[in-house]
């Protein structure tokens, strides 16, 4: 593993905390600003935002003096009333695997978590944070230690993206198929449907054509079980589902996955049924991670393979990942290939998920930053003095 620190002139680069990011903002948005700080006329705002779209999420530029097509006194008034610049990266680390690491501070108290995992080829997925900490408590979940510290923004999830590319150095790179940053799941920190509405402005910016162009079927939603933002999530993000379920049955599952006493098994299955755009081809993937005596009896395959009849489904096996004072242990491979085997005969092809970054501490459920709640007229203050 090595370990180090960016260079402090990224430091430098961190936006003052009040100016508002325009590379946090959905199109929308980025023309209201614009029109509302009487910056552009009513006839040119589409031509401007397209402009300035492209600058910011197609070339990456973090200082609007790059913007060559943009006029000097434009350019000197967007810097002197909003940013462009990346929150700093507190932390970088790199796993023997490739798997890649960042720690991003966005505001005081507020670190956030990402995860780069490469895949076979260039292709890879970046695994992103909704939230500071969660409020779900899953018991094998490390996050689920932490107290909810916050909902992330819309900015602070774009800004995890943007903080990857730089680092892979993929600006305005290679398109579709050749990209090393190829998709995107949400399933770093948070549970994200209970931060649906920046969630999905975060997808609108990221999977937008004209700029990074990640495509919905490439981004990947998880979630424990928020059965009544099911529809929504599917209608306002076309992102991929997948749905983290751990147990067969809802004695086991009110224990791993809390949340399932509020919506049991049988709702979340009729929700996810009725989940919009599901088909052959855009599958729901289910998660399940392997607990060693607790869900992983053949038993438990044969009931999961019952309980997904009719659903177009993927399987993802996930070996427990183990953290500082877990309460559990993974199951031995032995126990997972058996397990996998009843799933393959099913017609569920390589559902063992290989653990990266492990010796990072950046494989799923293993985040956990140091964010610890501040108390509103605390962090008012030290905003106020920033
Ligand atoms: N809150 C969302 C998304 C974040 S968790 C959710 O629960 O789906 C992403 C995935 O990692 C989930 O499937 C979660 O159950 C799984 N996970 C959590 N802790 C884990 C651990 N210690 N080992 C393996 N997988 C874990
Ligand atoms: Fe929250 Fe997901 Fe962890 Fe459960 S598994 S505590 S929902 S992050």
Same mark, same amino acid.
């Given at each position: #593993?090595?370990?180090?620190?960016?260079?402090?002139?990224? +430091?430098?680069?961190?936006?003052?905390?009040?100016?508002?990011?325009?590379?946090? #903002?959905?199109?929308?948005?980025?023309?209201?600003? /614009?029109?509302?700080?009487?910056?552009?006329?009513?006839?040119?705002?589409? #031509?401007?935002?397209?402009? /300035?779209?492209?600058?910011?999420?197609?070339?990456?530029?973090?200082?609007?003096? @790059?913007?060559?097509?943009?006029?000097? &006194?434009?350019?000197?008034?967007? +810097?002197?009333?909003?940013?462009?610049?990346?929150?700093?990266? =507190?932390? @970088?680390?790199?796993?023997?695997?490739?798997?890649?690491?960042?720690?991003?501070?966005?505001?005081?108290?507020?670190?956030?978590?990402?995860? *780069?995992?490469?895949?076979?080829?260039?292709?890879? &997925?970046?695994?992103?944070?909704?939230?500071?900490?969660?409020?779900?408590? %899953?018991?094998? %979940?490390?996050?689920?230690?932490?107290?909810? =510290?916050?909902?992330?923004?819309?900015?602070?999830?774009? &800004?995890?993206?943007?903080?990857?590319?730089?680092?892979?150095?993929? $600006?305005?790179?290679?398109?579709?198929?050749? @990209?090393?940053? !190829?998709?995107?799941?949400?399933?770093?920190?948070?549970?994200?449907? *209970?931060?649906?509405?920046?969630?999905?402005?975060?997808?609108?910016?990221?999977?937008?054509?004209?700029?990074?162009?990640?495509?919905?079927?490439?981004?990947?939603?998880?979630?424990?079980?928020?059965?009544?933002?099911?529809?929504?999530?599917?209608?306002?993000?076309?992102?991929?589902?997948?749905?983290?379920?751990?147990?067969?049955?809802?004695?086991?599952?009110?224990?791993?996955?809390?949340?399932?006493?509020?919506?049991?098994?049988?709702?979340?299955?009729?929700?996810?049924?009725? *989940?919009?755009?599901?088909?052959?081809?855009?599958?729901?993937?289910?998660? *399940?991670? #392997?607990?060693?005596?607790?869900?992983?009896?053949?038993?438990?395959?044969?009931?999961?393979?019952?309980?997904?009849?009719?659903?177009?489904?993927?399987?993802?096996?996930?070996?427990?990942?183990?953290?500082?004072?877990?309460?559990?242990?993974?199951? !031995? $491979?032995?126990?997972?290939?058996?397990?996998?085997?009843?799933?393959?005969?099913?017609?569920?092809?390589?559902?063992?998920?290989?653990?990266?970054?492990?010796?990072?501490?950046?494989?799923?459920?293993?985040?956990?930053?140091?964010?610890?709640?501040?108390?509103? !007229?605390?962090?008012?203050?030290?905003?106020?003095?920033?």
């Amino acid at each position: #593993m090595t370990s180090l620190t960016l260079d402090p002139s990224h +430091a430098r680069a961190a936006a003052p905390a009040l100016a508002p990011n325009l590379g946090g #903002m959905t199109r929308a948005e980025l023309t209201a600003t /614009l029109l509302d700080g009487g910056l552009v006329e009513d006839g040119k705002a589409r #031509m401007r935002t397209g402009q /300035l779209w492209r600058w910011i999420h197609l070339a990456g530029v973090t200082d609007f003096a @790059r913007m060559t097509n943009v006029s000097k &006194a434009l350019q000197v008034q967007l +810097a002197e009333r909003f940013t462009i610049a990346r929150p700093e990266v =507190v932390e @970088r680390q790199v796993s023997k695997d490739g798997t890649r690491k960042w720690l991003i501070r966005t505001a005081p108290g507020i670190e956030i978590e990402t995860v *780069y995992i490469p895949d076979v080829g260039r292709a890879g &997925a970046l695994c992103v944070s909704s939230q500071v900490g969660c409020t779900l408590n %899953c018991t094998f %979940c490390h996050t689920g230690t932490q107290p909810l =510290v916050r909902n992330l923004t819309a900015a602070e999830i774009i &800004a995890q993206v943007q903080v990857a590319k730089d680092d892979l150095e993929e $600006w305005g790179g290679p398109e579709g198929e050749d @990209r090393r940053l !190829s998709n995107i799941v949400f399933m770093g920190m948070g549970e994200p449907l *209970y931060n649906l509405k920046n969630v999905a402005d975060a997808i609108e910016v990221i999977s937008d054509n004209e700029g990074i162009a990640i495509s919905r079927r490439r981004i990947t939603v998880s979630t424990s079980g928020v059965v009544p933002e099911l529809k929504a999530l599917g209608e306002t993000t076309q992102a991929m589902l997948a749905i983290s379920l751990h147990a067969t049955n809802d004695a086991l599952r009110d224990v791993l996955v809390p949340l399932n006493r509020k919506y049991p098994i049988a709702q979340l299955m009729a929700g996810i049924r009725a *989940y919009p755009g599901l088909s052959n081809a855009r599958r729901v993937t289910f998660e *399940y991670v #392997m607990l060693k005596g607790i869900n992983d009896s053949p038993a438990e395959a044969r009931a999961l393979v019952q309980l997904l009849k009719g659903i177009p489904a993927k399987i993802n096996l996930i070996p427990f990942n183990p953290w500082p004072g877990s309460p559990y242990e993974c199951s !031995s $491979w032995s126990t997972i290939e058996s397990f996998a085997a009843i799933l393959n005969r099913a017609g569920y092809a390589s559902p063992i998920r290989t653990p990266r970054g492990r010796d990072i501490l950046a494989a799923c459920g293993q985040l956990k930053s140091e964010s610890e709640k501040v108390r509103a !007229s605390v962090r008012r203050k030290l905003e106020a003095a920033e």
